[in-house]
């Protein structure tokens, strides 16, 4: 089974930092199909999970800029380049084809 | 507009069978496929299957002897029945839809539904 880590639980910063989550594979997530069907979503308190990222670097719709993904094989980083306030909360990487969750990572203020 | 709605008892006593309901709107289940995924209190996301629109199931390995998904298209329902629950089934489960045929990626989510599992 694939196995999905975000070494960091928890990242603390300061709003207008630029951050990074990491997401890391057991194993290569390139399809048979040529696609890597790696994906991000945020969790604010409260709240459902939302989409952010999918297939490792296409932004969602209504996604603001500042978010972006890259990656390949088995290593995959989402960053923010300016963390705004509504940023905070449980980021988690995604892999849709073994259904596999990373552990999350936590983004708090410093 | 594209709506999710999990329904379902909040309330299991151990070893009984959960049974859940996605109530779905703004779009049809022959044409996008529809996912469970459930949040232990306070833990991570776990996926746990897919209604496939064409009707093809696919579970997660470690709940696929106990778990079972459903659906009826003229209802515009989708169903999970979970078996022989234990307290570490106690959580908040939600449908989801996905962006695209086949694209894996959850755009829609319900609110959710909390479920107990307590003597």
């Known amino acids: 089974d694939v196995v999905l880590t975000q070494t960091l639980v928890a990242q603390p910063v300061r709003l207008g930092d630029q951050a990074s989550i990491s997401c890391r594979s057991s194993?290569?997530?390139?399809?048979?199909?040529?696609?890597?069907?790696l994906e991000w979503y945020l969790q604010k308190p409260g709240q459902s999970p939302q989409l952010l990222i999918y297939?490792?670097?296409n932004r969602f719709s209504g996604v603001p800029d500042r978010f972006s993904g890259s990656g390949s094989g088995s290593d995959f980083t989402l960053k923010i380049s300016r963390v705004e306030p509504e940023d905070l909360g449980v980021y988690y990487c995604f892999e849709g084809t073994h259904g596999t969750f990373g552990g999350g990572t936590k983004l708090e203020l410093k | 507009q594209v709506q999710l709605t999990e329904s379902g008892p909040g309330l299991v006593h151990p070893s009984e069978t959960l049974s859940l309901t996605c109530t779905v709107s703004g779009f049809s289940l022959t044409g996008y496929s529809v996912y469970w995924v459930r949040q232990p209190s306070g833990k991570g996301l776990e996926w746990m299957g897919r209604?496939?629109?064409?009707?093809?199931?696919s579970y997660n390995s470690a709940l696929k002897s106990r778990l079972s998904i459903s659906r009826d298209t003229s209802k515009n329902q989708v169903f999970l029945k979970m078996n022989s629950l234990q307290t570490d089934d106690t959580g908040t489960y939600y449908c989801t839809r996905d962006l695209y045929r086949d694209s894996y990626a959850h755009v829609r989510w319900g609110q959710g539904v909390m479920v107990t599992v307590s003597s």
């Open positions: 209604m496939r629109y064409n009707g093809d199931t």
């Open positions: 194993q290569s997530l390139v399809h048979s199909d040529g696609h890597t069907y």
């Open positions: 297939e490792v670097s």
